[in-house]
C-alpha cells in the first residue's frame, strides 16, 4: 500500500438546478467565498491558477490546477493538480430530485514533506480532516446557494 496515495469521493445534494451549481462550481475564483477552507485563489492564466488550503490541522497545502475538461452538457469539471498534491480531481453534476447531486472525486499523491514523513501515523487524521473540509464545503455551497450571491451580475 502506497500510504501517500489517496482517492476520495464526496456526494453533495444541493438546493439549485444543476446548471446553476455548475456556474457556480465552474468559478474557482469565487471558492474561498463559500469554502472556508479554500483559503486563495490566484489565477496564473486563463485556465490554471493556484490554491492554498487550509482545513482543520495546522499546515497548508498549495497546488498548482489546471483544466483537463469543462464539458457543460455533462456536468463536469475535471482539474490536474501539481504542488502539494499530484493527480486530478473532477466535479460531476446531474439532476437529482429538485435540486443537483455535485459528485467529488479525487485523486491524488501527497508531496508536502510533513505529510509524507507521517503518512503511516497521520493517515487517520488526514483523512478526517479531507471529511472535514468537504462537509464545511457542501454547507457552505449550499448557504450560498441559498443566498442568490452565486449568481452572475451584469458589468455596471
Known amino acids: 500500500m502506497d500510504w501517500c496515495h489517496y482517492r476520495f469521493r464526496s456526494v453533495w445534494n444541493l438546493p439549485a438546478p444543476p446548471a446553476t451549481v455548475y456556474d457556480t462550481l465552474e468559478r474557482a475564483e469565487d471558492y474561498a467565498r463559500w469554502w472556508l477552507q479554500v483559503r486563495e485563489v490566484t489565477a496564473i492564466g486563463e485556465r490554471d491558477g493556484t490554491v492554498r488550503l487550509r482545513s482543520l490541522l495546522p499546515y497548508d497545502l498549495v497546488i498548482t490546477a489546471a483544466e483537463r475538461r469543462r464539458d457543460p452538457g455533462r456536468g463536469i469539471l475535471e482539474i490536474s493538480m501539481?504542488?502539494?498534491?499530484?493527480?486530478?480531481?473532477?466535479?460531476?453534476?446531474?439532476?437529482?430530485?429538485?435540486?443537483?447531486r455535485a459528485v467529488y472525486d479525487q485523486e491524488v499523491d501527497v508531496h508536502k514533506p510533513l505529510m509524507r514523513r507521517l503518512a503511516v501515523p497521520g493517515r487517520p487524521l488526514f483523512l478526517l480532516n479531507h471529511a472535514l473540509m468537504m462537509r464545511a464545503g457542501r454547507r457552505g455551497l449550499a448557504?450560498?446557494?441559498?443566498?442568490?450571491l452565486n449568481e452572475r451580475r451584469p458589468d455596471l
Do not use: K, M, N
Open 82 to 100: 501539481t504542488g502539494d498534491l499530484e493527480g486530478w480531481a473532477r466535479w460531476t453534476v446531474t439532476a437529482a430530485g429538485g435540486g443537483a
Open 143 to 148: 448557504a450560498y446557494l441559498r443566498s442568490g
